[in-house]
């Protein structure tokens, strides 16, 4: 029996970062350093100095408490209209919510999965005060379009990263570009510490700013930064050996007990705030970010190696569609388009592959409540079109060039 092959479930832990948890977890002397240290520092300078250019960078408990933190500090709050695209993940539309503003949902472009510009100017106003520019899966959005329309209506700027955190625009890195750039180091980003995020900006004013209202945040709760070290152990255990009874039944018990976090809680999919966001990132996970984070080039390269792999395999099967490709892309996730994807991802997990749904609706996970999101059937035809044949494979660094033929066999009858 083959072990299963993964999309999602924190693919990017590594052995070593299983080590630097279980250190912080069993060695008492680290005890006092979950939450303080000097690794937070170390991971800010890390940050900067990738990004360069008099870039100053702060990290949070998350990407999306980074964002609310970006809109905060951008004086975004009732009454104003932020400019968000359709296919996108619930988080971000919170992240929105929770400053008091509205999220005005624009459309994608089919080829790109990004937001269509000139969507996004018919539907700026004198409320609009605000653009989030997504660039999905790693590919970069039309910066220089977007950024148009942000000056024409004097918009605050904000790059999400999420997906895209070593992806060049001309020849740029994104995240570079807006007057803020998020990150984000969750379980199934570019690099992760299972839960955290950053802002970058060359805005000294927003920054000092921005500085001022972290350093009130509260530390995350002991509670939290402990099921996150444990993710980290226990998830590559209940995947080594999910092909048998024993890893499913693993990570089942992990997620019922609460041992383990959640990516997204249930509270979050109406459009609440779980009590302990935005706080500060904890020290123990920095240190595993400290480590991930020379990695960003090698994952990524492996990440477009596995690319070049799908895309020659699945040539000439017309009956699939893709995203655009371009050198820029650092494919995150490798995403295609065909029908019934709901089916074939059953076929493929019954063949020990989990295959990808982001998004399986237009502001995922597949269960968000659409009303809180303030998102009205047909606002969004392209995204909720692409929601509706979306399939992801798997790129990252446990895929091996052998896997590919096999997760690509699942996809057929
Ligand atoms: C497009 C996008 N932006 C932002 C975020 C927020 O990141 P985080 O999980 O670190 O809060 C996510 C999370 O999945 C995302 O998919």
Same mark, same amino acid.
């Given at each position: 029996m083959k072990q299963t092959l993964f999309t999602?479930?924190? !693919? +990017? #832990?590594r052995p070593k970062d299983m080590r630097i948890a279980l250190s912080f977890l069993l060695f008492p002397w680290k005890w006092s350093s979950w939450k303080k240290g000097s690794f937070r520092k170390d991971i800010t300078a890390s940050i900067e100095g990738y990004f360069g250019e008099q870039t100053n960078a702060l990290v949070y408990d998350s990407g999306r408490s980074a964002l609310y933190e970006a809109l905060k500090a951008m004086g975004i709050g009732k009454g104003d209209e932020v400019l968000v695209q359709a296919y996108t993940c619930m988080v971000v539309v919170n992240a929105i919510k929770w400053t008091g503003a509205t999220p005005v949902y624009i459309d994608i472009e *089919?080829? #790109?999965l990004n937001m269509d510009p000139e969507k996004a100017r018919q539907k700026c106003s004198s409320q609009t005060k605000a653009i989030i520019i997504q660039h999905t899966f790693g590919l970069p959005a039309n910066i220089d379009a977007l950024m148009d329309v942000a000056k024409a209506f004097h918009l605050k700027t904000i790059e999400d990263c999420a997906h895209s955190l070593g992806a060049r625009y001309k020849g740029k890195l994104t995240?570079?570009? @807006?007057?803020v750039g998020m990150l984000s180091f969750g379980?199934? *980003? &570019?690099?992760?510490? &299972?839960r955290g995020g950053a802002l970058i900006t060359k805005d000294r004013d927003l920054f000092h700013s921005l500085e001022k209202s972290q350093q009130a945040l509260p530390e995350s709760p002991r509670r939290v930064v402990r099921q996150h070290l444990l993710h980290v152990v226990l998830f590559p255990i209940g995947k080594r050996f999910y092909h048998l009874f024993f890893g499913k039944l693993l990570l089942k018990l992990v997620k019922v007990l609460h041992i383990t976090n959640k990516i997204i809680y249930p509270e979050e999919k109406v459009g609440k705030r779980v009590p302990w966001y935005p706080s500060k990132l904890p020290n123990a996970l920095a240190a595993l970010l400290v480590s991930q984070f020379p990695e960003i080039e090698t994952f990524n390269t492996h990440r477009k190696h596995i690319a070049v792999l799908y895309k020659k395999a699945l040539e000439? *099967? #017309?009956s699939i569609e893709y995203q655009v490709d371009d @050198? +820029? =892309?650092?494919?995150?996730r490798y995403p295609l388009f065909m029908e019934n994807p709901r089916a074939v991802r059953a076929r493929a997990k019954h063949k020990g592959v989990l295959l990808g749904?982001?998004?399986?609706?237009v502001i995922g !996970?597949?269960? &968000?409540d659409l009303n809180e999101a303030g998102y009205v059937e047909h606002m969004c035809p392209v995204a909720e079109e692409r929601t509706s044949k979306a399939i992801n494979l798997p790129t990252n660094i =446990?895929?091996?060039? @052998?896997d590919v033929p096999r997760i690509i066999a699942t996809l057929f009858e």
């Open positions: 999602g479930f924190s !693919p +990017s #832990t *089919k080829e #790109t995240g570079t570009f @807006a007057d379980g199934e *980003k &570019v690099i992760s510490c &299972v000439g *099967k #017309t @050198a +820029s =892309h650092i494919y995150l749904d982001w998004y399986s609706l !996970p597949g269960d &968000v =446990h895929i091996q060039d @052998a």
